[in-house]
């Protein structure tokens, strides 16, 4: 465990996540050092279930079964917030409107258990990430959600990636066979981010096969639509609607 805690000695404080999240959301107005001490006591409360074995890069999940689909899929801001539930709580939002996940208390992730399903978090992943940054990120992914898990959340785990070279590392710990979430938002908007999305669709298949899909963000070609369930940024569609 020793050996893997000083993963995080590789990324000096001039980098991270809190870096790229400060270039692109102004409202971050953190501190890195202040960063660096919630990823330490985020990883002083994971280490404490021992969820992660001396030689595992990635700590393993547990495969949850979902009989049926979840009927909506709300953000965790909103849900936190109280000013709408589901049946399914997602992070598919700014790293910032999560980031606390890191220092909260059992009884603050506690609170999810109250939702049917939650989709584990989803710090970012974009291609023009450096590659330490975005493993960094994989893996703050999977410990949140192990601690979760082991509070009695039911989690769904979100299988997210980069550009080709993030397959060595972003589908561990990821249990095969079971449902998976997957994220497609915004990736419309450029050729290339297209192309690498349906590179890491067809991994994510090949590696996982999974037998249920729940998907959020607009459809993509090539996509095994049968096993798929599609939900919509809804609450984004109320606000350009003004309802």
């Known amino acids: 465990m020793a050996k893997e805690l000083l993963l995080f000695d590789d990324y000096p404080c001039s980098t991270g996540v809190v870096d790229y999240v400060s270039r692109h959301e102004t409202q971050v107005k953190r501190s890195k050092c202040n960063y660096r001490k919630r990823i330490d006591n985020a990883l002083q409360r994971v280490c404490k279930f021992d969820l992660m074995q001396a030689n595992a890069a990635m700590p393993t999940l547990r495969p949850y079964e979902i009989e049926s689909a979840p009927k909506a899929l709300v953000p965790y801001n909103v849900w936190r917030s109280g000013s709408a539930k589901g049946d399914c709580v997602h992070f598919f939002v700014s790293d910032y409107m ?32 450096t590659p330490g940054q975005r493993r960094h990120n994989c893996l703050l992914n999977r410990l949140v959600a192990a601690r979760m898990q082991s509070l009695g959340v ?90």
Request: hydrophobic letters at 35%; charged letters at 20%.
């Open 98 to 129: 999560f980031i606390g996940l890191l220092n909260a208390s059992d009884d603050e992730l506690r609170e999810l258990a109250e939702a049917r399903f939650v989709i584990s978090p989803d710090f970012s992943q974009y291609a023009d990430m």
């Open 154 to 243: 039911n989690i769904i785990v979100n299988a997210t990636w980069s550009t080709p070279d993030s397959f060595a590392y972003c589908f561990d710990g990821i249990p095969t066979g079971c449902a998976i979430a997957i994220n497609s938002m915004g990736v419309n908007k450029h050729d290339v981010s297209k192309y690498l999305w349906r590179q890491g669709y067809a991994e994510a298949i090949r590696r996982l096969n999974p037998c249920r899909i729940l998907r959020y963000g607009p459809k993509m070609g090539g996509e095994l639509e049968g096993i798929s369930t599609y939900y919509e940024n809804n609450h984004l569609n109320r606000m350009r609607n003004g309802r």
